[in-house]
């Protein structure tokens, strides 16, 4: 059996505006069937694997046990990491947890955030690398470059003869090219894309992490020794989490090992780590130029048209290898060759204090999702979406009143010693100072229209006095 360890972190930051640090890229919806999170979880589950390991961060606990729900997969546990220290933490907490029960089982490490269209090919791919893995290998998976890419890093082969689409030694590890290196990298057929993803025992890890990077393994046992249960979480202690260096698992392990073996893998996959990326996923007409959402092209050609929002419509017209995406607060145009520089202008927006450089206008929470709708001096309107069984804290505000019309199912309403059923259509008023709480009891989502008034609209204005998410 095989535990997958699913790295469900990251930045959201080259896929602006569509993701963002509030929502990045693996829980956003790309159009697909599932989020890119939801077809990790399902390529890694089925026969030969437990149930998933998965690690990631305080703003996103909710949205991945809410994901995961909906696909109905439940994960042997869920790690909060309270810092982002890249990704050799993550992967030596998940062996240092699974040791104690399974020291010589098989751990899968994958991101959450790659595109892999074909699961069975990929779940076949694993099950050749098996035996490998099993031997004592750490076997990374390669995948089979198709152009000459500079956004991706290489794995270089020892081109020496191997049995096709079999695990083979690995030369070394190459940085992301310039395009030149790349096409001849390309041209010689001795290199893979580094996918970030790898198959190794649970022991032989733990004994990689004790020869190249000993001095993370005390604060990590420790951080996991003294992790607290939160809710469904296990909390990892803040104290000694933040004493593990802040180092990626290639430059901590990998570059360092000698027992890696590359699984060669040629049956599509794609990080979407950039603009690019998505439009070589998206349907291309003639021009080949790909639509998302409500938008027009005019004698556009090679270039990329995505909008999100319900009543806009985004026109293109003459355009010629651009990028163009248009959402509710933000818009991003983009020349194909600069696409890898959206990072760039994120952290620029940042440093102006741009709200919508990490923010989106959706706040999801645990019990449902808000979206603000208009804001101006002294009143905000949002649309406040509850799901099914779920109710906000018991809590007041100091500085601002609320006007809630209910317009999609019975919402039950607390107002200091009153509870009161509100249907569609109906509306209530919180005054100022009230402890109030909203709940909804039924089986179909709960939507109302909150009219928020007062001094101080900020979302640090509230005091809770219970709170089933233990935000008290």
């Known amino acids: 059996m095989i535990t997958p360890i699913i790295l469900a972190g990251g930045s959201g930051t ?50 991945v046990t809410e994901q995961m ?145 000993p001095d993370m393994i005390k604060p990590a046992q420790a951080a996991l020794n003294g992790a607290k249960q939160d809710l469904g979480f296990r909390r990892l202690d803040v104290v000694h989490w933040e004493q593990i260096s802040k180092i990626s698992i ?76 248009a959402m509710q607060d933000a818009v991003l145009v983009a020349d194909r060759r600069h696409v890898q520089d959206v990072k760039k202008a994120v952290t620029i927006l940042q440093d102006k204090q741009v709200k919508q450089a990490s923010q989106f206008t959706r706040d999801h929470r645990p019990w449902g999702w808000f979206d603000s709708l208009a804001m101006g001096a002294r009143f905000q309107v949002k649309r406040i979406v509850v799901t099914p069984g779920s109710k906000l804290s018991l809590q007041s505000h100091v500085h601002r009143a609320e006007h809630w019309i209910v317009v999609e199912g019975t919402a039950h309403v607390t107002v200091d010693e009153t509870v009161s059923m509100v249907t569609e259509d109906q509306s209530i008023f919180i005054p100022l100072g009230a402890v109030h709480r909203m709940e909804n009891r039924g089986k179909v989502n709960m939507t109302l229209i909150e009219v928020q008034t007062g001094i101080y609209l900020g979302e640090d204005d509230i005091f809770r006095y219970e709170d089933d998410y233990a935000r008290t």
């Open 14 to 63: 080259r896929l602006w505006p569509l993701s963002r640090k509030s929502y990045p890229k693996q829980f956003a919806d790309l159009g697909r069937e599932d989020t890119l999170f939801q077809a990790t979880a399902k390529r890694l589950t089925g026969q030969g694997f437990r149930r998933p390991v998965l690690l990631t961060s305080e703003d996103y606990r909710f949205i």
């Open 69 to 213: 729900g909906a696909v109905g997969i439940l994960p042997e546990v869920v790690f909060i990491e309270p810092t982002a220290r890249d990704t050799a933490p993550a992967v030596l907490i998940a062996a240092l947890f699974l040791q104690a029960d399974d020291p010589d089982g098989l751990m899968l490490v994958a991101p959450a955030d790659h595109a892999i269209p074909d699961d069975d090919a990929f779940r076949a791919a694993v099950e050749v690398a098996r035996p490998a893995a099993e031997a004592g290998s750490i076997v990374t998976f390669g995948i089979t470059p198709d152009r000459p890419e500079t956004g991706y890093g290489y794995l270089e082969l020892t081109g020496d003869d191997h049995p096709k689409g079999a695990p083979q030694p690995l030369k070394g590890f190459v940085e992301k090219p310039e395009e030149k290196r790349a096409a001849e990298m390309l041209a010689s057929g001795q290199f893979l894309w580094n996918g970030g993803i790898f198959l190794v025992s649970v022991k032989r890890i733990c004994d990689a992490f004790a020869q190249y990077a």
């Open 250 to 325: 290639d430059y901590a392990i990998m570059e360092k090992a000698d027992n890696l073996m590359v699984m060669p893998f040629s049956d599509g996959w794609s990080d979407l780590g950039d603009w690019e990326a998505m439009r070589r996923i998206s349907d291309a007409d003639s021009t080949g130029t790909s639509l998302v959402g409500p938008a027009t092209a005019i004698e556009c050609t090679d270039s990329l048209l995505w909008a999100t929002h319900e009543g806009q419509e985004l026109v293109g017209v003459g355009l010629e290898n651009i990028v163009a995406v």
